[in-house]
């Protein structure tokens, strides 16, 4: 009953944008060029070697990836100047941030705490779609109500509010009982969002240019197995209630390299380190150029590749997906103006996003 709710609700926001959007091909000739899936595959094809397969729980297209598509006012906000990246972050530590967040029911209080880091100074934090959806709530006080604060430093303090500029509308329609786990689980695909800063919590202006980490979304080969990377964030130990976390980073090394039914690397299963605990979701995997690579999404096999060994889901894929899923890359994804892209995801998708995951508590 619920798949045939969502695909209805889908419907008819997918007939409302046609009507409403009928600049968007217009708008076309001024959108900066990504690359297609084609030519990405051609790349594929001369850069990387036959890589493991894990099986993939999507399907390319469909309704929910094609409404930003079809809507012409984000595309639009996209190519709408914003403001440049200054300096790269000086340290993986100062572009960590820890995502908090509370939903209280008159029966019970759920905390959850998660990883992000910033990626461009005008304050875009990635994440994951399983820490940011709780702000998928905030506008729906019916299931509970949900509050999400940006904490910075270490141990880390409250420090900004945010809001969604996107979530993956194909992660949320698949995975929405995840909200109600006691412990999360999944295979990391399409399991990231992108946040921003919008205000601060003490009413002080937010930063001229946050620190970030630059982003690396080549196309990963296997000639990476066996690379020494770093990876950082806010690990929180299972009794810990995650009120009080401290930064946290170490080394490991990519043990193997999968796709999800592709010839792209994917998802990076790294070995085992003293940070692979909850909370470290979100965190950053950098490798020797101080890039990020990667994005933590789940534990890895533990007896396999050691306690703390992890997954993280490569910025290649977000990169490549998030271009099927809204026409635009990661670099275009982060920049443009912030505020009317993230007004138009609260106007068009969030609302159904939303129920989707109030129905599963």
Known sequence: MLGAIQSILVLVLTSYLS?????????ESILPAEQTPTEIAEKAAE???EISTLPSSYERGGLLPDILIKNAAY?????????????TASSLTD????????FTTDTYVKTTTGTGFFVSDSGVILTNAHVAMFLLLED??????????VRTGSPAEPTYLADLLYISPAWINRNAAVISASVPKGTGERDYALLYVTSTLDSTPTPAHFPFLSVNSDLVSQSLTDATVTIGGYPASKTAAGLSVTQATS???IAEIYTFGTKYGD?????GSPVGEHGISGGPVINEDNEAIGLISTKGDQEELGTGSLNAITLSYINRTLIEETGFGFASSIAGDLHFRAQIFRETLRPFLGQILSDEI
């Open 19 to 27: 009507v409403v959007n009928s600049l968007a091909y217009a708008i």
């Open 47 to 49: 850069e990387t070697d």
């Open 75 to 87: 595309q639009k906000a996209a190519v709408i100047e914003g403001t440049g990246n200054a300096e």
């Open 95 to 102: 572009a960590l941030v820890n995502i908090y967040c509370t």
């Open 140 to 149: 729906i006080e019916e299931a509970g109500k949900s509050k999400c604060v």
């Open 251 to 253: 080394s490991t090394s």
């Open 267 to 271: 998802l990076l299963a790294l070995r």
